[in-house]
């Protein structure tokens, strides 16, 4: 208990008060401790005996709170100076004794009692010495708010006091009698009644030293002092009246400022009421707390819902009651593991890894989020290695086994990887020597013409293969070419380095068509512009929709290669993929993909063909696929589509990059991919996209730099594109295909035209010696593949 | 599901319930008052009740994180709306919910009907688990909302009131300007009327009085409770801030506060 408060009552109330203290607090420990003190102050009281006897009962029992420490909860507030702009925040009003008209005396005592060093005083300078000058003082400004115009206290401010501007002129010589100067109060002499002011900002208390000392107009002297000029003037002004006319009184806001000043709180608001007290109140009554609660057990309750229809396969279900539990719940731990389980399931790893990981965030021990988050890393580290994306793969395994170190998937998938990368460290290396021995013959144009007559001869044998095989060159519309035979195909890859140049020209277009070579044929040059032309369709255009790279595992025109499993370039393909495979998965997990997308080329082959009107007997084969394709989509569709995605834009971008950083152009997959859908009926793309594959796996090594870009790419890009969404595009897109089949037919033609045409006119010789090369490096891959 | 912590029922029979009760009249809860009480006269009965609900609707307020004036206004709407109403027609601790609810719109602190009953449920049920979203809830819902509107028809729209929170603000402020800053700073005065202002709206007093009265009335108990003495000229401060108030007012703001007091002791 507060000693001096309850003495200072006692004082007031005299005995009749103590009395009921002592009756009403004898329990109270805090009071026993403190009432021989209080006996004393009791009888210093006046002991005037008029005081209401309910009021002083009221004190006894509420003594407790009224003087515990802890009630007065205000703390020693800055004294702010009025803000003399016109936005007052609370109705300054004029200070009371001028309405309660205290008499001169006690009003003056008052001033001397309360002024304190380093207050404002405002003044008008009634003389001038050439010691100092005189004020007449005129209000007190700060929190102190004072009636004394007509106390007639005047104040000496002296010479030193006043700050000089120039050091040779007389300070004085700036002031006039009648000047408002605001000062600060240097000292007070109480017995003598004296006051001196300064002028120096120093002589202010720290909480006013932001108020400008001296002279000051008119409108600037402090509001109650004007307002209580108006009132004395007039006496019809109340006090009343002057606080309704305030803006500050209109205020909305008024009552939380104030409570702000005067240090109320109005969360934790005071009450005498003992079942009030805002201490006693359990945190978890509140509302935000109950709230807080109730949404977790909303949330889990449609967590279990949507397990529930997971369990019974019903994934689109569960997964809006996933998102129900997180609507009602943001970062509910529960829903986040459960939905990232979904996701995985789904083969949106990326998205799955992003709920585990936010649930791991709110929840570290979270043993299922940390389990999943594990299994969908060394899960999405094995597609990323489907990729090629070694070094990223890599860095989830590692992620991985940081998360778990003993998982037995990630340290063998771990050790794996290392293998392949230092293994394709050095077949990039090797490809780079091969490279520079082959770059020389690029330039020669002797072998044109022969070049121009095995394109002929191959689009002679294009055009006959379509008209005659309908069901036998199941990918038609991919290329025409996957039904050619191995001759055909060790053109295709000498045109691999006549795409290189192509791709280079092209670029140089898009900067600047002028700077093209002026050595090559007119003829040449119209070619390359339509075969150009259809590039820039092909990949440029750019709406960052993923939802389509979805779709090109279906339209992919990387399965139409391996339709013809008797094509020694098929087999390499297929050697390709479960290299790949084997690396990222058990051999077993290979072959199951294999057949997987061996159905869905066939679907998609099929309906280039129905759509083509050709071979209706597949139309079953195609419905059944279907069927496989759903199962088993979300594994192929990455892997699916971003081989067949990387072949065909290492291809376009190889010369650019020098093959060192084939997959970068991966990192433009994102733009193109929805354009890619659509135009992947064409032939060249196949074409460019069959020599990219051997290349790509060559030269892998050479490619990580690039990897962590286009992680960062795909990531953003899946993060963005939900299931359904998926799912619906696909199914337009089927059509649209289909569609656009005809079109992309027409096209086909004069594209490949111009592409062979042109691939033919490239160095001969450097192709044979990149097919020697490339054989001999998957004889290695071969080799090696299945040992890791 | 609902027991007032007195015993007396909290009956919360849905919207149906309600409107029926609004509709036809009062039959959903006259019934379901015992008689034990037959003793005490109605009014004081009621007075108590009233207090009790006012309790609550403070508790709530603070558990909501409500400011001041709108737990004065959400009172005030309670106090109004039993001016006239019967506490054997409408279930007072609903009326009280959504006077929350109301208040919390007139006064631009809007409050969630969810937090609103969240906070009520586990008034009545202590330590209860939270409510499910189910029927129940939802019933819930409708009737604070129903209830409301009876509210609002019943006051004739009339639901913003002038507070005295304003007026004890400014005179806290001009009446500290007359007393010594270090014996201001000590006296918890503002903490102390604040609390008596707050506390005031336990009964119907409340709406008995003129603001500036109660504004008065309460720094006048707090400054005579710590026993600061004010500088006194040809009137007194309290004349000075309010034309007409005499001290007999005063008194009697005092006097119906601390009865409030005292009922306190006997309520809880």
């Not at chain 1, 909860?73 to 205290?102: D, K, N, R, S």
Request: glycine letters at 6%.
């Amino acid at each position: 208990m507060d000693r001096d408060l309850l003495r200072q009552c006692l004082t007031y109330h005299g005995e009749a008060l103590f009395n009921k203290l002592k009756c009403e607090q004898t329990e109270n420990p805090d009071f026993q401790a403190v009432v021989s003190e209080l006996c004393k102050a009791t009888y210093e009281s006046k002991g005037e005996g008029q005081g209401n006897p309910l009021v002083e009962q009221f004190i006894a029992r509420k003594a407790d709170i009224l003087f515990c420490p802890a009630w007065k909860t205000a703390t020693v507030q800055e004294e702010e100076h009025e803000e003399e702009e016109g936005g007052e925040p609370y109705a300054i009003m004029p200070p009371l004794e001028l309405f309660m008209e205290v008499s001169y005396d006690e009003r003056r005592a008052m001033l001397y009692r309360d002024l304190e060093k380093g207050d404002i005083v405002v003044g008008r300078i009634n003389n001038i010495r050439e010691y100092g000058f005189f004020l007449t003082l005129l209000c007190v400004a700060g929190g102190l708010k004072r009636d004394i115009e007509d106390l007639e206290l005047s104040a000496l401010c002296h010479v030193r006091e006043i700050p000089s501007t120039c050091s040779h002129d007389d300070p004085l010589s700036y002031y006039q009698i009648g000047d408002f100067i605001r000062a600060g109060v240097k000292d007070i002499d109480r017995y003598q009644e004296k006051i001196t002011v300064s002028l120096h900002q120093t002589s202010l208390s720290t909480s006013l030293e932001h108020i400008k000392l001296g002279v000051i107009t008119r409108e600037e002297l402090p509001v109650h002092y004007s307002r209580s000029v108006r009132a004395a003037s007039d006496s019809s002004e109340t006090y009343q009246c002057i606080l309704s006319s305030c803006h500050g009184y209109h205020n909305p806001s008024v009552v939380d400022y104030l409570l702000e000043k005067v240090g109320v709180s109005d969360t934790h608001p005071p009450s005498m009421m003992r079942g009030l007290q805002s201490k006693l109140f359990q945190q978890e009554d509140f509302a935000s707390a109950i709230r807080k609660k109730q949404s977790a057990s909303w949330a889990l309750k449609c967590v279990r819902a949507g397990v529930d229809h997971f369990k019974h396969g019903r994934h689109v279900e569960a997964m809006n009651e996933y998102n129900k539990a997180l609507e009602i719940d943001t970062n509910n731990v529960e829903a986040l593991v459960a939905r990232g389980a979904l996701y995985a399931n789904k083969g949106s790893f990326l998205k799955a890894i992003t709920d585990f990981e936010l649930a791991l965030e709110n929840c570290p021990d979270h043993r299922n989020a940390k389990k999943y988050l594990c299994q969908t890393l060394v899960e999405r580290g094995q597609q990323l290695e489907g990729q090629e994306k070694l070094v990223t793969a890599e860095g989830l395994y590692r992620r991985a086994l940081s998360l778990d170190g003993s998982n037995p998937e990630a340290q063998e998938a771990l050790h794996k990887i290392t293998d392949t990368i230092q293994k394709s460290i050095r077949l990039r290396e090797e490809a780079l020597a091969n490279e520079q021995v082959k770059a020389p013959s690029k330039q020669t144009t002797s072998a044109e013409k022969l070049r121009k007559i095995l394109k002929e001869e191959r689009r002679m044998k294009k055009k006959r293969k379509r008209s005659a095989s309908s069901s036998s060159s199941s990918s038609t519309s991919s290329g025409s070419s996957s039904s050619s035979s191995s001759r055909r195909r060790s053109k295709k890859k000498k045109k691999k380095r006549k795409r290189s140049e192509r791709g280079s020209k092209r670029h140089r277009r898009i900067s600047s068509r002028e700077s093209r070579k002026s050595e090559e044929g007119k003829r040449e040059k119209e070619k390359k512009e339509k075969d150009q032309d259809e590039d820039e369709v092909e990949w440029y255009p750019a709406p960052p929709n993923t939802s389509a790279t979805f779709l090109n595992q279906k339209g992919g025109p990387g399965f139409g290669e391996r339709d013809e499993g008797k094509d020694a370039e098929e087999k390499r393909i297929c050697q390709l993929y479960s290299l790949s495979a084997a690396s990222e998965d058990e051999e077993s997990d290979s072959s199951r993909r294999e057949r997987k997308r061996r159905g869905t080329e066939d679907s998609r082959t099929k309906r280039r063909k129905n759509s083509q009107s050709r071979s209706p007997e597949r139309e079953e084969r195609r419905s059944k696929s279907r069927e496989r394709r759903d199962k088993s989509r979300e594994r192929r569709k990455d892997n699916n589509r971003r081989d067949s995605d990387s072949k065909r834009r290492s291809s376009l971008d190889e010369n650019r990059k020098r093959r060192v950083s084939c997959s970068s152009a991966e990192s433009g997959y994102s733009r193109k991919s929805s354009f890619r859908s659509e135009y992947s009926a064409k032939s060249g793309s196949a074409l460019r996209m069959r020599h990219d594959s051997s290349k790509r796996n060559s030269f892998d090594g050479g490619r990580y730099e690039n990897r962590e870009k286009e992680e960062t790419c795909e990531l953003e890009e899946v993060k963005r594109v939900s299931e359904s969404r998926e799912e619906e595009s696909s199914r337009s897109d089927r059509g649209h295909r289909k569609r656009s089949e005809s079109a992309g037919d027409r096209t086909e033609h004069a594209g490949v035209t111009s592409v062979q045409d042109e691939r033919l006119k490239k160095d001969l010789p450097a192709n044979l010696l990149d097919i020697f090369n490339q054989i001999a490096q998957f004889e290695k891959k071969k080799g090696a593949g299945p040992k890791k | 599901m609902f027991g007032s912590p007195s015993g007396g029922p909290w009956d919360m029979e849905g919207p149906s319930s309600l409107l029926s009760a609004t509709q036809t009249g009062p039959l959903w809860l006259a019934n379901k008052r015992e008689s034990s009480r037959d003793a005490e006269s109605d009014s004081a009965r009621d007075t108590k009740t009233h207090f009790r609900v006012c309790r609550f609707i403070m508790e709530t307020g603070v558990k909501l994180g409500m400011r001041s004036v709108p737990v004065a206004t959400a009172c005030v709407l309670y106090h109004r709306f039993f001016e006239h109403g019967s506490m054997r027609v409408y279930e007072p601790y609903l009326v009280a919910m959504s006077c929350v609810y109301l208040a919390g719109k007139v006064e631009e602190q809007h409050l969630r009907t969810r937090d609103i009953i969240n906070v009520s449920h586990r008034y009545f049920n202590s330590g209860s688990a939270p409510l499910e979203c189910d029927k129940e809830f939802w019933d819930l819902r409708d009737s604070v909302v129903q209830c409301e509107l009876l509210i609002l028809r019943q006051l004739n729209f009339h639901v913003s009131f002038e507070h005295p929170h304003k007026y004890l603000l400014h005179y806290l402020l001009s009446v500290k300007s007359l007393v010594n800053r270090h014996a201001w700073s000590r006296t918890p005065i503002a903490e102390t009327s604040w609390a008596l202002l707050r506390d005031c709206y336990h009964g119907a007093m409340c709406i008995h009085h003129k603001p500036q009265h109660i504004a008065i009335a309460t720094l006048y108990l707090a400054l005579n409770s710590y026993g600061v003495e004010l500088p006194v000229g040809e009137k007194e401060w309290w004349q000075v801030l309010c034309e007409y108030v005499t001290k007999a007012d005063i008194d009697a703001v005092i006097s119906d506060l601390l009865q409030l007091y005292d009922m306190e002791a006997k309520c809880i």
